[in-house]
């Protein structure tokens, strides 16, 4: 797992949506006893493009950036007294800086919307730049006007997959930190039928599946024999189940990469989805690459 002593870094732009982000990243740095790292990039390209060249652009757009680092360090300062909080400025892409600031993080936190975008807009762009591309987890905090309740639990979506590992051993990890119980969603979708010419016994099929899934799960109960965990099936589509799991969760765990990893490219259909409707934050985990 990511060496604990690397901060819990988070990217703002100053918006309401990177603040709620920021003040997620910082209750949950106090609670893995790490540091935050509050890290804004300055995007010069955006205004000093090669047609139209500013001089000292960078130079120009740095008192706004500071600004912005030093209002979210007070609000993460005050919230969490004890924290160590650092802040940083870099120049270049907001992708590109985060992926590459992942390197030193023991996790990425970001809002799921940012300064730009459109009304209606269900992720920015940067949750689909940097979940999935980096190795430690990434969590898109999504604003919810309800607070935590108290009977959230912590969910995982578990599709029986051979990289589900790292995603797993987060949410146990997870669910033991914030000692809530830990839901294990597992979803099993039957195949389009073909009328007359395939018969299916559901029921069976329903059966089988939770076998192999609670079999699957034996060894990571054990070895977590002191977090409360409970596997649920659910006949239907993962996206529609997590979704509808995530409004009772105080976080919701899942891979960057389902069973369909050859097919996939950077992020799975069904995390893609999760980042755009989940009701709760989404922690993003890569597993080993294939
Ligand atoms: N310049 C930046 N530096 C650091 N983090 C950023 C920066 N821009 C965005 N982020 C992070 O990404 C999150 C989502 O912002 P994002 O830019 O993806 O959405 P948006 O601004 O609403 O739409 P758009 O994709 O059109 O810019 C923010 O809440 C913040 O955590
Ligand atoms: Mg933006």
């Known amino acids: 797992m990511t060496p604990f002593n690397h901060p819990v870094v988070a990217g703002t732009d100053g918006s309401p949506g990177a603040v709620a982000a920021a003040e997620w990243a910082a209750d949950h740095a106090a609670l893995r006893g790490a540091s935050l790292r509050v890290v804004h990039a300055v995007d010069r390209l955006l205004y000093d493009g090669p047609r139209y060249p500013i001089p000292d652009c960078f130079d120009k757009m740095t008192p706004s950036g500071r600004q912005i680092l030093d209002r979210t360090a007070r609000i993460v300062r005050e919230r969490r007294p004890g924290l160590d909080v650092t802040?940083?400025?870099?120049?270049?892409?907001?992708?590109?800086?985060?992926?590459?600031?992942?390197?030193?993080?023991?996790?990425?936190?970001?809002?799921?919307?940012?300064?730009?975008?459109?009304?209606?807009?269900?992720?920015?762009?940067?949750?689909?730049?940097?979940?999935?591309?980096v190795a430690v987890p990434v969590v898109v905090v999504r604003q919810t006007p309800l607070g935590v309740a108290e009977a959230a639990d912590v969910v995982a979506g578990f599709d029986c997959a051979e990289t589900s590992g790292p995603a797993l051993a987060y949410a146990f990890e997870e669910a033991r930190l914030r000692r809530r119980r830990l839901r294990i969603v597992c979803a099993w979708d039957p195949p389009v039928p073909y009328g007359r010419m395939?018969?299916?016994?559901?029921?069976?099929?329903?059966?089988?599946?939770?076998?192999?899934?609670?079999?699957?799960?034996?060894?990571?109960?054990?070895?977590?024999?002191?977090?409360?965990?409970?596997?649920?099936?659910?006949?239907?589509?993962?996206?529609?189940?997590?979704?509808?799991?995530?409004?009772?969760?105080?976080l919701l765990v899942v891979?960057?990469?389902?069973?369909?990893?050859?097919?996939?490219?950077?992020?799975?259909?069904?995390?893609?989805?999760l980042l755009a409707h989940a009701h709760c934050p989404v922690a993003v985990v890569r597993g080993p690459h294939l």
Not at 89 to 101: D, N
Not at 205 to 231: F, I, K, N, T
Not at 264 to 269: D, E, K, N, R
Request: no cysteine; charged share 20%; net charge negative.
């Open 87 to 133: 802040t940083e400025l870099v120049e270049g892409r907001p992708g590109r800086v985060l992926r590459e600031q992942a390197s030193v993080a023991a996790e990425l936190v970001i809002g799921s919307h940012g300064s730009g975008g459109f009304p209606g807009m269900l992720l920015g762009s940067i949750g689909n730049q940097v979940a999935g591309h």
């Open 198 to 250: 395939i018969t299916t016994d559901l029921d069976e099929m329903g059966r089988a599946a939770g076998e192999h899934a609670r079999e699957e799960l034996r060894s990571w109960q054990s070895a977590y024999a002191d977090v409360d965990s409970e596997l649920v099936m659910v006949r239907g589509h993962p996206v529609a189940a997590l979704i509808q799991a995530s409004s009772l969760a105080v």
């Open 255 to 273: 891979g960057s990469h389902g069973r369909n990893a050859l097919t996939a490219a950077v992020l799975g259909s069904v995390s893609r989805a």
